[in-house]
């Protein structure tokens, strides 16, 4: 387990989520604390941003899109969490002038399949949007 993170399989024990929340939290803490913009943000530092917020499910939404994508994958919640708490920023983070938001690519191999979440993040909302879950 590189860095405390899990090498496979699905994270399920609220231990290694708890140890991610607490990992992460300072990154959270120091972006939103001291007025830094997400998209002034390096690519290292979005990816903890979005893990520390991923590390609380319950900040993360999902869209309808995302929600039916997902039912046509076969792609559950639980997977998807898990690809934004321990997959990588595979492409760079894309800003959205018309939301005010910076849309982020997550990818992770996981349950077989190469799957890559986009999620947004913004200066304005604390929570994380998946926008789309993908099979690549």
Do not use: W
């Not at 917020?53 to 997902?70: E, K, N, P």
């Not at 920023?89 to 990818?107: A, D, F, I, K, V």
């Amino acid at each position: 387990m590189p860095h405390g993170l899990p090498t496979s399989g699905v994270i399920s024990s609220l231990g290694v989520i708890t140890s991610l929340a607490f990992k992460y939290r300072m990154t959270y803490n120091f972006c939103r604390s001291s007025g830094v913009s997400v998209h002034k943000l390096s690519r290292t530092q979005v990816e903890r941003l979005i893990r520390s917020i991923a590390a609380d499910g319950s900040r993360v939404f999902f869209t309808r899109h995302a929600t039916l994508r997902m039912r046509q994958r076969l792609i559950t919640r639980e997977i998807a969490l898990e690809v934004l708490r321990v997959g990588r920023l595979t492409r760079t983070p894309e800003p959205n002038p018309r939301r005010g938001s910076l849309e982020c690519r997550m990818e992770r191999y996981c349950t077989g399949r190469q799957l890559a979440v986009v999620a947004a993040i913004s200066d304005d909302n604390p929570d994380l949007l998946v926008i789309t879950v993908i099979e690549t």
